[in-house]
């Protein structure tokens, strides 16, 4: 069951993190960036760059997660490169989470359902985002796919962003905030489809750097596995993201993107080495306050 | 102003129909689904079957709504005919609604709008539908970007599938309930964008399976104009959807997708002829409560 699996991964490699390929064109090197050339060059140079992150990566991470926003910006060549990127992931033993926040009415969920968790998936990973807005419809396409091909989700509950809250933290008239009842509904959704840790298929997007809905979070859904947003460029610390945690360290994962892919422009270095060398200080700067992990 | 080109077209036509491009291989008739080919000649045949029926259709309707789902699962090939449907509809006078529901944090939405709405984008699209559970900072790419490129953005707010009510329609503690305050919050987003018939660059999807919560918006949402989803195969008559207008039949644009696509199959004829004779009929039923249409 492959939420049990990214747990015992998390457990080996003693590192919560998962590196955002969120690779826009401007994080590569000048010599790499194929200015001048045409969409097809960049996006190669993307992969290119994406590949060689991930080698440099892979033995001391359990994921990553692919931000298809930056390659849908590059057109159908982009696209491809998000694939090929998923796909190269997959061959090194990482999870691959897609991160597309897709959402729609039944029938058309179905179809974003299909494209990245179907038997033929054009862009197939192991889990996907999706918003939840339209309610259990929407969702549900997702959650039948998942559980017939062995794949996980991540509902937006709490997003990392500065004005998250202006929808998600209105206390709604049964005493609940907006976010902790689409938590309810994740929590529900993923009703039956535990692993043998406790944790089910539907995971939930809760930011580190709102660290208060974060702890309500963590303690009112017992089954639903965090992705965690926010370290680094957006302002959290490890400090802050501990309450997405349970005691043991276990819980969720943690994502960072700019942080790692651009660690050259701080560190010096390649950016393979640089982005290895994020890595392992990130991994450092979580144990500090989650302990050892253990998987449970 | 496109929202004001917009109304004066569907004046033009005296017909407030989008024709829905949710191209599902299985909608093609049995000779055009290059069954056994792969996916590139599959994705191909999906663009001819498009290209005929914006041929059969361009005079009659103002709009297409391209649903980008149906071809994201075809893989890049997908996306390519993606893109070359809605170019080809825009060369033939149509307004092209690409129905994505992207959202993501600031940075990453602008990576969306850069894809959908932005000077070079892969996905010229003139509008854009939007999913604003993240709030503010998650949708001002998409309004800025359609400020400088003169393009418009529908905000998923009452949506049509039944279980859009689970979430959107929970009472806040203060009074509204959530597909109100998305609503307002999108009459926010648009403030200052408003045209000459007063409606902001920000529309809203409003479903027409739900005409009661439909009544509610239209009076509460004077500058927004309504993307309405839900005629026909799922559910909803003419008769429903009045309410998402004002007197003199303006306010929004109502979509039909299998409706039209798939009409040669109830009545014979050739499918593009058959799309035709529905958009003429649906034309009628429509014209039927809204009467005539002024563009005001």
Request: aromatic share 8%; hydrophobic share 40%.
């Given at each position: 069951?492959?939420?049990?699996?990214?747990?015992?991964?998390?457990?080996?490699?003693?590192?919560?993190?998962?590196?955002?390929?969120?690779?826009?064109?401007?994080?590569?090197?000048?010599?790499?960036?194929?200015?001048?050339?045409?969409?097809?060059?960049?996006?190669?140079?993307?992969?290119?760059?994406?590949?060689?992150?991930?080698?440099?990566?892979?033995?001391?991470?359990?994921?990553?997660?692919?931000?298809?926003?930056?390659?849908?910006?590059?057109?159908?060549?982009?696209?491809?490169?998000?694939?090929?990127?998923?796909?190269?992931?997959?061959?090194?033993?990482?999870?691959?989470?897609?991160?597309?926040?897709?959402?729609?009415?039944?029938?058309?969920?179905?179809r974003y359902s299909a494209s990245f968790l179907g038997e033929n998936a054009p862009f197939e990973s192991d889990f996907l985002t999706v918003n939840g807005y339209l309610g259990t419809d929407g969702i549900l396409p997702f959650v039948e796919e998942s559980v017939k091909r062995d794949r996980g989700l991540f509902v937006l509950v709490k997003t990392s962003n500065p004005s998250s809250g202006e929808l998600q933290?209105?206390?709604?008239?049964?005493?609940?905030?907006?976010?902790?009842?689409?938590?309810?509904?994740?929590?529900?959704?993923?009703?039956?489809?535990?692993?043998?840790?406790?944790?089910?298929?539907?995971?939930?997007?809760?930011?580190?750097?709102?660290?208060?809905?974060?702890?309500?979070?963590?303690?009112?859904?017992?089954?639903?596995?965090?992705?965690?947003?926010?370290?680094?460029?957006?302002?959290?610390?490890?400090?802050?993201?501990?309450?997405?945690?349970?005691?043991?360290?276990?819980?969720?994962?943690?994502?960072?993107?700019?942080?790692?892919?651009?660690?050259?422009?701080?560190?010096?270095?390649?950016?393979?080495?640089?982005?290895?060398?994020?890595?392992?200080?990130?991994?450092?700067?979580?144990?500090?306050?989650?302990?050892?992990?253990?998987?449970?």
């Amino acid at each position: 069951m492959i939420v049990d699996a990214l747990i015992e991964k998390i457990a080996e490699t003693q590192n919560p993190t998962c590196v955002g390929l969120d690779t826009s064109l401007s994080y590569l090197p000048a010599d790499m960036r194929a200015e001048g050339k045409d969409g097809r060059a960049a996006a190669e140079a993307v992969y290119e760059f994406n590949r060689n992150i991930v080698d440099a990566v892979c033995d001391i991470v359990p994921a990553v997660k692919v931000q298809i926003a930056y390659y849908e910006e590059l057109g159908p060549a982009g696209l491809e490169v998000f694939r090929k990127t998923c796909s190269y992931a997959k061959g090194k033993g990482l999870f691959v989470i897609a991160d597309a926040k897709r959402n729609d009415i039944g029938a058309t969920a179905f179809r974003y359902s299909a494209s990245f968790l179907g038997e033929n998936a054009p862009f197939e990973s192991d889990f996907l985002t999706v918003n939840g807005y339209l309610g259990t419809d929407g969702i549900l396409p997702f959650v039948e796919e998942s559980v017939k091909r062995d794949r996980g989700l991540f509902v937006l509950v709490k997003t990392s962003n500065p004005s998250s809250g202006e929808l998600q933290d209105l206390r709604l008239a049964d005493g609940r905030t907006v976010y902790e009842c689409m938590g309810d509904m994740a929590e529900q959704w993923g009703k039956g489809t535990e692993g043998k840790y406790g944790y089910s298929r539907v995971g939930a997007v809760v930011g580190a750097t709102h660290p208060e809905q974060a702890k309500i979070l963590r303690g009112r859904l017992p089954h639903t596995f965090f992705l965690i947003p926010g370290y680094g460029a957006q302002g959290a610390n490890a400090e802050m993201l501990k309450n997405c945690f349970r005691a043991g360290g276990m819980g969720g994962i943690v994502n960072n993107s700019r942080g790692i892919l651009c660690a050259y422009q701080k560190r010096g270095g390649t950016y393979a080495e640089a982005a290895r060398e994020a890595c392992i200080d990130m991994r450092r700067d979580l144990l500090s306050v989650l302990g050892e992990i253990c998987a449970k």
